[in-house]
């Protein structure tokens, strides 16, 4: 290959391309129209002898030519662009700013009272717009319409380049009755587990959870009686009825209910559930939202610690 006469801008198409996988969305990265950034791929097409990304239902599908060039590319970009544009420092004492955060439920209540905190410390001028995150995979599409600037919820069902992430937080599930049932006295078995009505936190509506999937391998099956979608409601619920329930063990730790529960550990083998930091590769290097990852970071690492992964 002659490299002699290359356009950089159609790397930096390349680049976009590459992370959006959307035409549109990577022309407007690089601030031209579509036709303009359309162009741009033929020529690219035609610079590396390969058809780079073909298009499907859901954008474009790099090639594997094109995923063994994103990298490198992009790189070499990061680096041409620290020698030529020195990069302008964010001083959130003095800055004004909103910072747009995509959340499940759990998250939410976990971090937002003490972020909230961590942002009164610098003034009137930072705020935090939070978006809710309904399911898994709903944070990669508000961080790929820019909606969000980061988001925190359980990693999506499928990884994508685009998307960088970075273990936070982790917690474990115990099973809860209430304090005087009496299941207390005889311990949590699994007979006596089974023997229970359940109640399930379920945010997209459905009646198959981790305890249900762990069951499964048994062949065994427990009684649902009651399917909601938010856990905080749980506590409550249990300590005033004859039914169990499942949760992560933060919620019942600070649930105002916890003098009226008993705590046990479940009685199947359930995964540890971690919680990923996320945000949009095209964001990996802005500085107010680097500032505002470590904020996330460090308040999870110091008043969390015991559920704190490394960073």
Request: aromatic share 6%; no cysteine; hydrophobic share 45%.
């Amino acid at each position: 290959m002659d490299f002699r006469g290359i356009d950089l801008n159609l790397l930096a198409a390349f680049d976009a391309l590459a992370n959006e996988l959307n035409v549109t969305r990577a022309a407007a990265r690089v601030g031209v129209s579509q036709p303009a950034m359309s162009a741009a791929l033929s020529r690219l097409r035609t610079l590396f002898d390969d058809p780079l990304f073909q298009r499907n239902a859901q954008g474009l599908l790099p090639t594997p030519r094109a995923r063994e060039l994103a990298e490198p590319i992009s790189e070499a970009l990061k680096q041409i662009e620290a020698a030529i544009r020195p990069q302008v420092q964010f001083s959130p004492h003095v800055a004004t700013h909103t910072f747009t955060l995509g959340l499940s439920e759990y998250p939410a209540f976990v971090l937002l009272p003490g972020l909230a905190k961590a942002m009164e410390r610098y003034g009137a001028g930072l705020s935090i717009s939070v978006h809710s995150i309904g399911n898994r995979d709903s944070a990669v599409d508000l961080l790929d319409a820019g909606l969000i600037d980061a988001a925190v919820g359980v990693p999506p069902t499928q990884a994508e380049r685009r998307i960088l992430n970075r273990p936070l937080m982790r917690d474990q599930f115990v099973t809860i009755v209430r304090r005087d049932h009496p299941a207390v006295g005889q311990g949590m078995d699994l007979e006596a587990f089974l023997s229970l009505r359940h109640v399930l936190a379920s945010p997209e509506g459905g009646r198959h959870g981790y305890v249900d999937q762990a069951l499964s391998y048994q062949d065994r099956r427990r009684l649902l009686s009651l399917t909601l979608p938010q856990m905080f409601a749980i506590p409550q619920v249990i300590s005033r009825t004859d039914m169990t329930a499942t949760l992560m063990r933060r919620v019942v730790e600070h649930s105002p209910h916890l003098a009226a529960l008993a705590l046990f550990p479940p009685p199947v083998d359930l995964p540890e559930i971690v919680y990923d930091l996320m945000w949009h590769r095209r964001n990996d290097g802005h500085p107010a939202q680097q500032w505002f990852r470590s904020q996330i970071t460090a308040l999870v690492q110091s008043e969390l610690s015991t559920s704190a992964l490394p960073a």
